[in-house]
């Protein structure tokens, strides 16, 4: 299984970018994917994530201005009205045999993609 990201770059405070995530290979019908960001404060932060059944979560720092959405085999991340502080790398992540989603059940990872937001 690999997971391959892009959409980083740069914007200004209250732009928008879109993240994808093209997953390539098998993995269990009962899943998790969801996007982390890799802070040098809290380690991989959890930013948003959704399981097989179709449900989503979302850290409270970014509800109401991120959707996480699945198509097919590409995981994407709308992240709009961006912060400074979004500034981060960006991991695509999925579970192995599990819809939990949580950090320690994620078995997959892809590389990262960068996302600064200047002020």
């Known amino acids: 299984v690999q997971l391959m990201e892009s959409g980083g770059g740069s914007v200004q405070d209250g732009g928008s970018l879109r993240l994808s995530c093209v997953l390539s290979?098998?993995?269990?019908?009962?899943?998790?994917m969801g996007w982390f960001r890799r802070s040098t404060v809290k380690g991989r932060e959890a930013v948003a994530a959704?399981?097989?059944?179709?449900d989503t979560t979302y850290a409270e720092s970014v509800k109401g201005r991120f959707t996480i959405s699945k198509v097919s085999n590409t995981l994407s991340l709308q992240m709009d009205s961006l912060k400074a502080e979004d500034s981060d790398i960006y991991l695509c992540?999925?579970?192995?045999?599990?819809?939990?989603?949580?950090?320690?059940?994620?078995?997959?990872w892809g590389q990262g993609t960068q996302v600064t937001v200047s002020s």
């Open positions: 992540a999925a579970t192995r045999m599990t819809s939990v989603c949580s950090r320690s059940a994620m078995g997959y």
């Open positions: 959704i399981n097989s059944n179709g």
């Open positions: 290979g098998y993995i269990s019908s009962s899943y998790c």
